[in-house]
């Protein structure tokens, strides 16, 4: 009898069984591993993945744990950042892994402060194998540079003919009492994801990358959204920003998105080149031909020197369906990338809705300037296609080994922002923790505006250098991994604050302490009938303070993302302040969790409602320039007059306060900036502010200036003149942003039609001229561009003499006025104004001046001719 089938039927069952079980013992041996370090348990994050114990991979060297005093507000998980792994000597971790397989490797650093540990004493290496990815790194000094709380940094590890990881931390020997720690450690198995890469500048070469060792510098989701790890494709667990802060110039195109109904089919592309969310959206130049020629498509990254980096490029098209229908060059640090043949993704995917890849390589040289990559795109002509534009879908930049090394330098902190951190953590430690520098960090203001949350919370990087006697090689450039950003208060772990503890004791003598019981009286136990206002701190209430003073009292809410950071730079700010035309702080109330600003009360509201508002009479067009000078004259001393230069950050019409006579008063210094000096023109900081008013060179570059306040209040001049607010979402895209619509408007000469239609042909139009010259100066994409705040109260101040002029005349459209003497004001010489105006003039040429005119006898340019304070 044949019995072939009855032997073979069971010998069958067992050989699937038994590549089952190898593939399961393969996907074991493979798994990720996500471990919260110095933690006995591990724990859940915010995402909910699970991550565990690193005690199972201890392996040579002593370590002790320990656990953060206090969790950042930006920490939105515990896990893995409260618990830390402390080296004071080498260790090393040994880790399985499969042979010859790519792999991330992720570490998380959070420089709190530890029990009987200075986290500035921290300087440290990191090896994998013989890999050197960190070398006299101090996660300190790096959060301070680029003001986060926590640090991620991301490699990808060449396949190795071994079955084990062996990753050693080794504290400096440079610096008595160093050690090193670690917060998280992500181990990841990946696909071989690396090839050849084009040689920028040579197309006909390339750079072998399969067997590099590579850092993660940066992973952008091209006009789309933020793309959480575990959202990733492929199971690689990788986070993807969106582009914005990283263009230049205020040409950013438009963003694109892919048809709902459109599927992306990845074809010859594994899934997990990147997310279907990459592919689906894009940022391309925009419909108009001749813009579109006029510019590149630009986008600017620092990185560090002497390194060679793989710049991938990601394309989905899913708009045009043809070869030679959008056709583009791409240039890389001012060389060809791609311009023989130049880019047309229907040319190397066949059909729309497949995506693709390009990867190019370039080297950056140690030279002034050259840290730094630009990628920039522009149509092509000579194929003459259907339509001249670029589009780019997902960007990634990653660093290469130099003989075993991906180790760059530690960031140098400018002085300024030495000092005021310096100053900072000296007002906001306590007793038990003077001797720990703590990392300071801020929130992004405004950032509910029109959705677009996700992309402030970028961190913009600033450039790095070498701490000056230090032999430091830590690259400061780093993926921005999710929340990366600080928040403006730090927080213990119970979620209880001593604000008052934070004041100096000049801020304290300074203003007076109010008991909570006095605010709850005068505000009538926070009855709402008393809110007045609210804002990024809280509400605001009217009340009456010891039977007669009337006061508005700011609240702090607990669920705001400003905070005892916020609170305390308020009174330390106000307190040290007199000015007619800056809001004037009473004192304050800190008390049972409560957190209270006590002002003078403002009569008449802010700006923004008797623009907006249509119940109350509109503002005449002398009313509006008195307002905007006496708040260019709050900045300017806030500029120029106080003992350091102060930058309000924050600067819109919500802001600007009027009393019961109309006189303007800024207000809300809770995200202010000071340094002693400005000798390196800029403080280097998280990004602050409101949308719409946001000053475009500060959001790509993180370095502050005082041109910053300026850019805002070009927005709040235009706001005036037009009425309508600096945001509208309702409105179609180019209208969107007051700025851009107003400069727009200002180019084509057609701004009178878009200006509030109750002042048209109430304004002298050489007043107007004046007017939107100074609020278009002020909107200058580069801050070098703008005026000071001196240069636009002058102006302003001119445009209410033209306008003054013209009424006593009569007129509405006199183009001259006539001094006291009958010479004609442009006939005024120089000789009498500031030198300031001479020698750094931003609105108008020397010759311009001249034909300016200036009553010198006039009291409304004292504060110019004899500015106080300095």
Same mark, same amino acid.
């Given at each position: 009898?044949?019995? +072939?089938?009855?032997?073979?039927?069971?010998?069958?069952?067992?050989?699937?069984?038994?590549?089952?079980?190898?593939?399961?013992?393969?996907?074991?041996?493979?798994?990720?591993?996500?471990?919260?370090?110095?933690?006995?348990?591990? +724990?859940?994050?915010?995402?909910?993945?699970?991550?565990?114990?690193?005690?199972?991979?201890?392996?040579?060297?002593?370590?002790?744990?320990?656990?953060?005093?206090?969790?950042?507000?930006?920490?939105?998980?515990?896990?893995?950042?409260?618990?830390?792994?402390?080296?004071?000597?080498?260790? #090393?971790?040994?880790?399985?892994?499969?042979?010859?397989?790519?792999?991330?490797?992720?570490?998380?650093?959070?420089?709190?402060?530890?029990?009987?540990?200075?986290?500035?004493?921290?300087?440290? #290496?990191?090896?994998?194998?013989?890999?050197?990815?960190?070398?006299?790194?101090?996660?300190?000094?790096?959060?301070?540079?680029?003001?986060?709380?926590?640090?991620?940094?991301?490699?990808?590890?060449?396949?190795?003919? =071994?079955?084990?990881?062996?990753?050693? *931390?080794?504290?400096?020997?440079?610096?008595?009492?160093?050690? $090193?720690?670690?917060?998280?450690?992500?181990?990841?198995?990946?696909?071989?994801? *690396?090839?050849?890469?084009?040689?920028?500048?040579?197309?006909?070469? #390339?750079?072998?990358?399969?067997?590099?060792?590579?850092?993660?510098?940066?992973?952008?989701?091209?006009?789309?959204?933020?793309?959480?790890?575990?959202?990733?494709? /492929?199971?690689?667990?990788?986070?993807?920003?969106?582009?914005?802060?990283?263009?230049?110039?205020?040409?950013?195109?438009?963003?694109?998105?892919?048809?709902?109904?459109?599927?992306?089919?990845?074809?010859?592309?594994?899934?997990?080149? $990147?997310?279907?969310?990459?592919?689906?959206?894009?940022?391309?130049?925009?419909?108009?031909?001749?813009?579109?020629?006029?510019?590149?498509?630009?986008?600017?990254?620092?990185?560090?020197?002497? *390194?060679?980096?793989?710049?991938?490029?990601?394309?989905?098209?899913?708009?045009?369906?043809?070869?030679?229908?959008?056709?583009?060059?791409?240039?890389? &640090?001012?060389?060809?990338?791609?311009?023989?043949?130049?880019?047309?993704?229907?040319?190397?995917?066949?059909?729309?809705?497949?995506?693709?890849?390009?990867?190019?390589?370039? @080297?950056?040289?140690?030279?002034?300037?050259?840290?730094?990559?630009?990628?920039?795109?522009?149509?092509?002509?000579?194929?003459?296609?259907?339509?001249?534009?670029?589009?780019? &879908?997902?960007?990634?930049? *990653?660093?290469?080994?130099?003989?075993?090394?991906?180790?760059?330098?530690?960031?140098?902190?400018?002085?300024?922002?030495?000092?005021?951190?310096?100053?900072?953590?000296?007002?906001?430690?306590?007793?038990?923790?003077?001797?720990?520098?703590?990392?300071?960090?801020?929130?992004?203001?405004? $950032?509910?505006?029109?959705?677009?949350?996700?992309?402030?919370?970028?961190?913009?990087?600033?450039?790095?250098?070498?701490?000056?006697?230090?032999?430091?090689?830590?690259?400061?450039?780093?993926?921005?991994?999710?929340?990366?950003?600080?928040?403006?208060?730090?927080?213990?772990?119970?979620?209880?604050?001593?604000?008052?503890? !934070?004041?100096?004791?000049?801020?304290?003598?300074?203003?007076?302490?109010?008991?909570?019981?006095?605010?709850?009286?005068?505000?009538? %136990?926070?009855?709402?009938? @008393?809110?007045?206002?609210?804002?990024?701190?809280?509400?605001?209430?009217?009340?009456?303070?010891?039977?007669?003073?009337?006061?508005?009292?700011?609240?702090?809410?607990?669920?705001?993302?400003?905070?005892?950071?916020?609170?305390?730079?308020?009174?330390?700010?106000?307190?040290?302040?007199?000015?007619?035309?800056?809001?004037?702080?009473?004192?304050?109330?800190?008390?049972?969790?409560?957190?209270?600003?006590?002002?003078? @009360?403002?009569?008449?509201?802010?700006?923004?409602?008797?623009?907006?508002?249509?119940?109350?009479? !509109?503002?005449?067009?002398?009313?509006?320039?008195?307002?905007?000078?006496?708040?260019?004259? +709050?900045?300017?001393?806030?500029?120029?007059?106080?003992?350091?230069?102060?930058?309000?950050?924050?600067?819109?019409?919500?802001?600007?306060?009027?009393?019961?006579?109309?006189?303007?008063?800024?207000?809300?210094? /809770?995200?202010?900036?000071?340094?002693?000096?400005?000798? &390196?023109?800029?403080?280097?900081?998280?990004?602050?502010?409101?949308? /719409?008013?946001?000053?475009?060179?500060?959001?790509?570059?993180?370095?502050?200036?005082?041109?910053?306040?300026?850019?805002?209040?070009?927005?709040?001049?235009?706001?005036?003149?037009?009425?309508?607010?600096?945001?509208?979402?309702?409105?179609?895209?180019?209208?969107?942003?007051?700025?851009?619509?107003?400069?727009? %408007?200002?180019?084509?000469?057609?701004?009178?039609?878009?200006?509030?239609?109750?002042?048209? /042909?109430?304004?002298?139009?050489?007043?107007?001229?004046?007017?939107?010259?100074?609020?278009?100066?002020?909107?200058?994409?580069?801050?070098?561009?703008?005026?000071?705040?001196?240069?636009?109260?002058?102006?302003?101040?001119?445009?209410?003499?033209?306008?003054?002029?013209?009424?006593?005349? +009569?007129?509405?459209?006199?183009?001259?006025?006539?001094?006291?003497?009958?010479?004609?004001?442009?006939?005024?010489?120089?000789?009498?104004?500031?030198?300031?105006?001479?020698?750094?003039? =931003?609105?108008?040429?020397?010759?311009?001046?001249?034909?300016?005119?200036?009553?010198?006898?006039? $009291?409304?340019?004292?504060?110019?001719? &004899?500015?106080?304070?300095?």
């Amino acid at each position: 009898m044949y019995t +072939g089938p009855r032997i073979l039927f069971p010998v069958a069952c067992m050989c699937v069984l038994l590549l089952n079980a190898i593939g399961v013992w393969c996907a074991k041996e493979e798994a990720s591993l996500a471990l919260s370090c110095g933690s006995d348990k591990g +724990g859940t994050d915010a995402d909910g993945r699970k991550w565990d114990s690193d005690s199972k991979y201890l392996g040579s060297g002593e370590s002790k744990t320990a656990m953060a005093t206090f969790q950042d507000p930006s920490l939105l998980s515990q896990v893995p950042y409260m618990d830390a792994r402390i080296f004071s000597k080498e260790f #090393s971790y040994k880790f399985p892994i499969a042979s010859k397989k790519r792999y991330w490797v992720r570490f998380h650093f959070y420089p709190s402060t530890y029990p009987g540990l200075n986290i500035s004493n921290s300087y440290f #290496s990191v090896a994998a194998n013989d890999i050197t990815l960190l070398s006299n790194f101090s996660a300190s000094i790096t959060a301070q540079a680029l003001t986060q709380a926590y640090l991620v940094r991301e490699y990808s590890l060449a396949p190795v003919d =071994s079955d084990s990881l062996t990753i050693t *931390f080794k504290p400096s020997d440079k610096y008595p009492g160093s050690f $090193a720690f670690v917060n998280g450690i992500e181990l990841v198995p990946t696909p071989d994801l *690396f090839d050849s890469a084009t040689l920028v500048g040579f197309s006909d070469q #390339s750079v072998d990358a399969t067997s590099a060792n590579m850092q993660t510098m940066f992973r952008l989701n091209v006009a789309g959204q933020y793309i959480p790890a575990n959202n990733d494709s /492929g199971g690689l667990l990788r986070t993807w920003y969106d582009d914005l802060p990283y263009l230049y110039g205020a040409a950013i195109g438009v963003n694109a998105q892919a048809d709902a109904k459109l599927e992306i089919n990845y074809k010859d592309l594994p899934d997990y080149a $990147a997310p279907v969310d990459v592919y689906r959206t894009a940022r391309s130049m925009g419909p108009d031909k001749n813009v579109n020629l006029g510019y590149n498509l630009t986008w600017i990254f620092q990185v560090d020197a002497n *390194f060679t980096y793989v710049v991938r490029l990601h394309f989905c098209e899913f708009i045009f369906s043809k070869i030679n229908q959008r056709v583009f060059n791409i240039y890389i &640090n001012n060389q060809t990338a791609q311009t023989d043949p130049p880019a047309d993704v229907i040319g190397w995917t066949g059909e729309q809705g497949v995506p693709t890849y390009k990867d190019y390589t370039v @080297y950056i040289n140690d030279g002034p300037g050259d840290e730094e990559i630009w990628v920039a795109m522009r149509p092509s002509t000579e194929s003459k296609p259907e339509y001249y534009d670029a589009l780019l &879908n997902g960007l990634e930049i *990653f660093k290469m080994d130099t003989a075993k090394n991906l180790a760059g330098p530690n960031p140098q902190l400018s002085e300024m922002l030495a000092k005021a951190e310096l100053t900072s953590t000296r007002s906001f430690s306590n007793e038990n923790t003077s001797n720990n520098i703590q990392v300071i960090g801020g929130a992004a203001g405004g $950032a509910a505006a029109i959705g677009l949350v996700a992309a402030i919370c970028i961190v913009v990087y600033q450039r790095k250098r070498r701490i000056p006697g230090t032999d430091t090689h830590t690259s400061s450039w780093l993926p921005i991994y999710g929340h990366s950003q600080t928040s403006g208060t730090k927080s213990t772990i119970s979620g209880k604050s001593n604000a008052s503890s !934070h004041l100096s004791a000049m801020a304290q003598g300074l203003c007076r302490r109010f008991s909570l019981p006095e605010i709850r009286q005068a505000t009538k %136990n926070f009855d709402e009938s @008393y809110v007045i206002g609210v804002g990024g701190f809280g509400k605001v209430y009217k009340g009456v303070l010891d039977g007669k003073t009337k006061v508005a009292i700011k609240r702090s809410n607990p669920s705001s993302e400003q905070g005892v950071n916020e609170f305390v730079t308020e009174i330390e700010m106000l307190s040290k302040l007199r000015h007619k035309h800056l809001v004037s702080l009473i004192g304050f109330c800190e008390e049972d969790e409560e957190m209270c600003l006590v002002y003078d @009360y403002m009569a008449l509201g802010t700006l923004r409602e008797h623009i907006y508002n249509i119940k109350k009479p !509109h503002l005449s067009w002398k009313q509006r320039l008195e307002i905007c000078i006496g708040s260019a004259r +709050g900045l300017h001393y806030l500029h120029t007059g106080a003992k350091y230069t102060i930058i309000h950050r924050d600067v819109k019409t919500t802001n600007i306060l009027l009393d019961e006579n109309w006189v303007a008063k800024v207000s809300d210094f /809770g995200l202010s900036k000071t340094g002693p000096n400005m000798d &390196n023109g800029h403080v280097s900081t998280v990004v602050k502010g409101s949308f /719409g008013y946001l000053d475009p060179e500060y959001f790509r570059r993180q370095q502050l200036t005082e041109k910053s306040d300026i850019y805002s209040f070009g927005v709040v001049l235009f706001e005036v003149l037009c009425a309508r607010p600096a945001l509208n979402p309702s409105l179609p895209k180019d209208q969107v942003s007051l700025a851009d619509w107003a400069l727009n %408007n200002t180019r084509k000469g057609t701004l009178e039609d878009i200006i509030d239609p109750h002042l048209k /042909g109430k304004i002298v139009p050489e007043c107007l001229k004046k007017f939107s010259d100074t609020a278009e100066k002020c909107l200058s994409d580069n801050g070098i561009d703008r005026p000071s705040m001196g240069d636009v109260l002058w102006n302003l101040e001119f445009c209410l003499q033209l306008e003054e002029s013209a009424s006593s005349d +009569g007129s509405s459209t006199r183009s001259s006025r006539r001094g006291a003497s009958g010479t004609s004001s442009e006939d005024i010489s120089l000789r009498n104004r500031p030198p300031l105006h001479i020698s750094n003039l =931003s609105l108008g040429s020397e010759s311009d001046l001249n034909e300016e005119a200036e009553d010198t006898n006039s $009291a409304i340019f004292s504060q110019i001719v &004899n500015p106080t304070g300095r």
